[in-house]
């Protein structure tokens, strides 16, 4: 024993265990998340990372809506805001009910507005608590991050990586009125690359591509509300001028849940990176309750129904339409559903207050998908070959629809003006038309073969920036230049100034050689004229 | 025994033996490659399809430099041509003299610009002699290949795959002029991608931009004579009006040897996949000669040195200039060198036809590497952290060298201008100044930090071209536009019409107003004046 008390002895004890610690490889990375859909599809990277030896803290407001200490892959931490949870939940109920009100266009339009500058306001104001949170800040300051990952949807993640000089990832699918294309120098010409809102595909008519430049206008009205404050928020916060668009521009990688089977094929970064499909890796099996129902289901097998965690409740006229619609059909339906129950509910039509979606669309007994087309439930669509009905309610969702839609995987529905018989013609359509069943396999086919899962490759890119603190080789060297440089503006007017002084100077020569000519010929004749007189 | 004389006993035994028949899972694939270092860099690609099971056929001239049988990877195929070897190594010996003559420039512009028209001229014949080998493109067309894969720096092969129908995946660092992103539909713009051979960085001074722009032009004198006749010979043999840009537009997949540690960030396309410093994954031990003499290199280790296969012989003088310089150090130099010995050698240096580069660059014992700044040898270096010493010769290799400089890992060297203290000076300082193995060592470490190793990448999207027939998926609707339609300039001007319309018919009313007020006030004052009289 006596080897070991002496103090060489116990560096070299130490020594020997070194390798062993795998801690000591192990990173701190800071996380913060969006709220709702786009935290969960967060989490899976999240838990490859925990598992990989990296010590995760997210950071979240009190009152949220799903992102709570589920496991010990991260250590939550909290601060307080300015609401209370009822409030929130108002807020978003009030938000879920406009797709279902029948009213004017303009109405709509006014309503939305309203509900998302409301919307908006919660988020902003959580993000002024964060940054003026001296406690919380204090804390982050001191744990020394080695990066930041966070969903640029909403940019308070990027002011904190700023202030604590650390670099960040980003994980979206984008950014609205495209904010993402800008801040990361990524060309986005109008001409084949449609915006948001718009619903057009990547091949346009003249009269579409018109509107699709006009649209980069409108976009000021639709976003700037919602984003600019951030913008002031930061150069406020940071003590130095900034845009929102300046400010996303700091982002070391941009994780994109995107795939080319889904989205239209566009120009990217080299720090822009695909991981479209990454929410299909969360896989279970059935629990026993889920499993009973399927295989209950006999030859016809079932079909899985869901607006998405944002819906709870729709107008009773609605949801009778749509009970009587899913009662035409022999499949079993799995309806995610908290509402009231519609009198004239169908035996086929089983209500759940929550479903394992991803989990019952793998199943081979799966014939159809209904979704509001957000991108979460498209992409586990596509990945287990399931063609949908699709109900787009806000935002990208009418976008998604479409796309799905012109790759003849799915039957849009318009929520408002559907009838049962509507959706009954959809369902019979998605199930026994083989064209939609093959559509959406030739996707799915496409989409899975790829040389690595999307959740390894976030993975890699999160590990890559706390490794070599960002990825300053990937960055273009077009954030050094301004718009006017950018575009060549400044060198096609000095070669046109340069054309132009030429083609004076020319003219101007030509002119005066004429006029020489032209004078000797004057006087030539004008003596001759003389000397005939 | 009787049971498999019955029918149903032989498709029984057919059936069991099915799955183990691993090459009716295979496909097959034809390689029309591009010859020299191109066709090395392309050679493991073809041994890991292989391995897995898929049947490969080469088609090359009879007379080549390095597109050998070499193993049973490949079957090769070769077509006769109008040239002998002899012929072809006179044009590349005279092509390997030319940056050694110290002329003046127009004189040496000149002589590059010829030889280069001799060299594309072999090219040229070769592939007309490929196209309308009757027998060979017959047998090619009764093959049923599932894709092609080709390096489109000689466009040949699109045009084959173009005949047979089939998709093809092209392997390549670039096509010089631009006609690489072109082709693909890739912005490129002008202000921060610097075009080839102009040795800008991405961060350009307004002159430089002025010229970057100035070298689209200019470079339709540098290429056109080229590229140009490939499209006619599309043309022609296809039935089908295209230029070299719609012929190369068709490529499913663009496999780029590039990497952002090495070229400056610029936008990519989806069908874009980076694969550089593939040409590492060539590893072998050390054979015992080279072996030795690394080992008895003792503590100063060794320096690798070799201007690449294209140069066999140097001028007499500059040999011992370099073999003076070479002297100076205390390491062992390995320099690849066929041409006759300078008699001034000093002991440390060794002269070998052959060297196994990458092995030896992998070797601890490498302080620096001499190289003509070829990208293969390039990313070598990077792969194995070698500092370099650049001497550049002609094509990319001075704006090769250029970014190695600029990123602080190498010293270039004017092959004409240089002297023995020069050598010696540059390889002094990449040796023992730790700036640049510090510099080489991060872009060493960002370079391999990459979730899949380029090899297993290629290989993913040669078999998925194979596979899926294509990759249509990836191809941007830009295809489709015009130049007027892509740029949006029709959409432009519409808009302008637009609002000149608008400002000429307010700018009308106006003046009709005006002229009725005027009227009014005119005869007004007409009757006040009589009035007043």
Redesign the interface.
Known sequence: MAPLFRPNGYIAVLLLLLPSLDFVTGGKLLVIPMDGSHWLSMQPVLKQLNKNGHEIVVVAPEVNLLIKQSDDAFSLKTYPVPFTAEEMDENMRGFAKLPFEDVPFLVMVSNMKTKMKETADFFYSSCRHLLYNQELMTYLKQSDFDALLTDPFWPCGQIVAEYLGIPSVFFLLKIPCGYDSDAAQ??S????VPRGFTKY???MT?VQ??KN??FYFTEYFLCHFVYSPYGSLASEFLQKDMTVVELLSGGSVWLLRED??FS????????MINIGGINCAWKKPLSQEFEAIVNNSGEHGIVVFSLGSMVSEIPMKKAMEIAEGLGTIPQTVLWRYTGEVPPNLAKNTKLVKWLPQNDLLAHPKTRAFITHAGSHGIYEGICNAVPMVLMPLFGDQMDNAKRVESRGAGVILNIIEMTAKDISNALQAVIYDKKYKENIQR?S??HL????HPL??AV??VE?VM??KGAA??????H??NWV????I???A??LAVVLLALIISLKCCLFCCRKCCGKGGRVSKKSKSKSQ
């Open positions: 990524c060309p010409p109008p001409s084949y595909s990547d091949h003249f591509r018109v430049m006009l080319f089977v239209y094929p566009k120009p990217l970064m080299p720090n996707l086919e496409l073969d790829r040389p690595i390894d490759l890699h890119w890559f490794k070599h080789h990937l960055r273009p060297a077009a050094d230049l440089q950018y575009h060549s400044d060198v096609i000095f070669l």
